[in-house]
């Protein structure tokens, strides 16, 4: 079994157990297309695993999202369902739609009116990408989420500017945007904090991930 799990940033990729065929697109969906491509050959499954933004205000930072379904611009992708009724019970995350975007969704004007047109919980740049991959190659397809800024929480534009191309951070980016706009400090600091407390929510779902079809954990030998 050769599940491709798609992210955004090495630190999760880093929380997943061995084995998984991982993909980082360092909030680049164009290169996300790209490597999912590229990993194709003999995949079972798909996953979408990251931190997201919240869109639902009863979501509190590291709370575990669960997709329904994906909805984005470019159409609207039903999740598996055993699969996802697996990760569930796994990690107690809500079920709900995940909403796909091609760029960050930094502040609660535009969050509350995405919540609007696409009903979702969170949204995040790569769950759209992959679940339009899946389909197109007719796999089972998943997301597992943990929200990071909260619906109601403005995202800094230094935050968007924090990765490099391979999913590192890019500190040197991040301080050139707070030498232009000083006063996001404060709201950088604290998407940090939130974005530390998703990831630990993400590595205690990470260690015991159901495959797909069933609810067995994944274990490090079983894929290729």
Request: glycine letters at 10%.
């Amino acid at each position: 079994m050769t599940v491709i799990v798609a992210t955004g940033m090495r630190a999760e990729a880093a929380l997943l157990p061995p084995g998984l065929r991982v993909v980082v697109s360092g909030g680049d969906p164009a290169r996300l297309r790209s490597k999912l491509d590229e990993a194709a050959e003999g995949a079972t499954a798909v996953l979408s695993f990251g931190i997201a933004g919240g869109l639902d205000t009863a979501l509190e930072p590291g709370a575990l999202v669960v997709a329904t379904r994906v909805r984005a611009p470019g159409g609207a992708w039903p999740a598996d369902t055993v699969w996802s009724s697996a990760l569930v019970r796994a990690s107690g995350a809500r079920l709900g739609v995940v909403a796909g975007a091609s760029a960050v969704v930094s502040g609660p004007d535009a969050k509350r009116s995405l919540r609007l047109m696409t009903d979702a919980l969170v949204v995040d740049m790569e769950s759209a990408v992959a679940a339009a991959f899946a389909a197109s190659r007719g796999l089972p397809f998943a997301v597992l989420r943990a929200v990071a800024d909260t619906a109601e929480e403005v995202l800094p534009r230094a935050a968007a500017v924090g990765l490099t191309r391979t999913g590192r951070p890019a500190p040197g980016r991040v301080a050139m945007a707070l030498l232009r706009r000083p006063g996001e400090l404060p709201a950088l600091v604290q998407v940090a904090k939130r974005s530390r407390t998703a990831l630990e929510s993400l590595a205690r779902a990470a260690r015991d991930l159901p495959r797909p079809g069933g609810a067995a954990p994944l274990p490090a030998n079983d894929m290729g």
